[in-house]
Nanobody
């Protein structure tokens, strides 16, 4: 079992930065692929960024060059550094942990943290 707790959201102005944290409790978090997703009002949840257990990262095009995902295995935490924020980044951001072993998937979600970008 893995429990995920997001933090770091808030209200910022366009162009400012935030760093989201996804803190995990439970065993073997470093073996999970972790993703950040977001859901804006009236829209479907979408993938934003992901990091594998080996440290490989990927991003949706709209955040490339602005967002950086990283992980600190010693702290069991994954971060999403968000720079040059735009109003369209406004959403609830969720952390997701995924692991597949011998065809069996384990998937966990956090409760989400609100990010609002507005002047």
């Amino acid at each position: 079992q893995v429990q995920l707790v997001e933090s770091g959201g808030g209200l910022v102005q366009p162009g400012e930065s935030l760093r989201l944290s996804c803190a995990a409790s439970g065993s073997a978090f470093s073996t999970y692929t972790v993703g950040w997703y977001r859901q804006a009002p009236g829209k479907q949840r979408e993938f934003v960024a992901g990091i594998s257990s080996g440290g490989n990262t990927n991003y949706i095009d709209s955040v490339k060059g602005r967002f950086t995902i990283s992980r600190d295995s010693a702290k069991n935490t994954v971060y999403l550094q968000m720079n040059s924020l735009k109003p369209e980044d406004t959403a609830v951001y969720y952390c997701n942990a995924l692991r597949i072993i011998v065809g069996v998937s384990s998937v966990y979600w956090g409760q989400g943290t609100q990010v609002t970008v507005s002047s």
